[in-house]
């Protein structure tokens, strides 16, 4: 079966721009997640969403990110007027027992 | 707060030669610990992963780690490494209930094999 896949695999976009990053998780599995991982470092948490709950927002780093999801189905992470500092990659994840969790390749975003 | 650290930012050994990779970790209680792998351009992979049990776990490529509750340890092993395993490898902690699933992780540790 299809792994998750994310789209696109890179963007290089100007700064003050908007960028939207797809993930489309594994059927059937009823959580998603979004990570972030800057140059050399490890993977920062992002948002999760878990079936029909609302969803954990705890680690965006401001205002200009967010995320939906359409109900147990793909995902788009927004970026609001885009900063150099958010370059980074950015892998989406996704799970059915709720704690094994499986990455996705990752949208490489440069901004400008 | 949970916290995971690696202590090596980067590690070279010989084809062939043992492997040991270290982790510590910071959490209030036994918590699920994982070991992920991140091939150049790829996403990660699980090698393996502790739960609870027998505290000695096996994962792909030959890998296994023991944890070590005493030390906060997750320490990752392999008897003879392979050109192969050059990679970046990712420590990271998850909570012991399975309704908050925010994985923190290490640093990393760059793995480079030498012929």
């Known amino acids: 079966g299809a792994g998750v896949s994310q789209s696109p695999s890179n963007k290089v976009t100007e700064k003050g721009k908007d960028v939207e990053l797809r993930c489309d998780p594994i059927?059937?599995?009823?959580?998603l997640y979004w990570y972030r991982q800057r140059l050399g470092q490890g993977l920062e948490f992002l948002i999760y969403?878990?079936?029909?709950?609302?969803?954990?927002k705890s680690g965006l780093p401001s205002d200009r990110f967010s995320a939906e999801r359409t109900g147990e189905s793909v995902s788009t992470l927004t970026i609001q007027r885009t900063q150099q500092e958010d370059s980074a990659v950015y892998l989406c994840?996704?799970?059915?027992?709720?704690?094994?969790?499986?990455f996705g390749p990752g949208t490489r975003l440069t901004v400008l | 707060a949970q916290s995971v650290t690696q202590p090596d930012i980067h590690i070279t050994v010989s084809e062939g030669a043992s492997l040991e990779l270290r982790c510590n970790y910071s959490?209030?209680?036994?918590?699920?610990l994982f070991w992920y792998v991140q091939s150049p351009g790829q996403g990660l992979q699980l090698l393996l992963k502790?739960?609870?049990?027998?505290?000695l776990v096996q994962g792909i490529k030959g890998f296994e780690a023991e944890f070590k509750r005493s030390q906060s340890s997750f320490n990752l092993r392999k008897p003879s490494v392979h050109w192969s395993d050059a990679a970046e490898y990712f420590c990271?902690?998850?909570?012991?209930?399975?309704?908050?699933?925010?994985?923190?992780f290490g640093q990393g540790t760059r793995l480079t094999i030498n012929p």
């Open positions: 994840a996704s799970s059915f027992s709720g704690v094994e969790q499986f």
């Open positions: 969403f878990q079936g029909n709950s609302a969803p954990d």
């Open positions: 059927s059937g599995h009823t959580a």
């Open positions: 959490y209030g209680a036994t918590p699920y």
């Open positions: 502790y739960f609870s049990g027998d505290t």
């Open positions: 990271a902690v998850g909570p012991l209930i399975q309704g908050a699933q925010k994985l923190v």
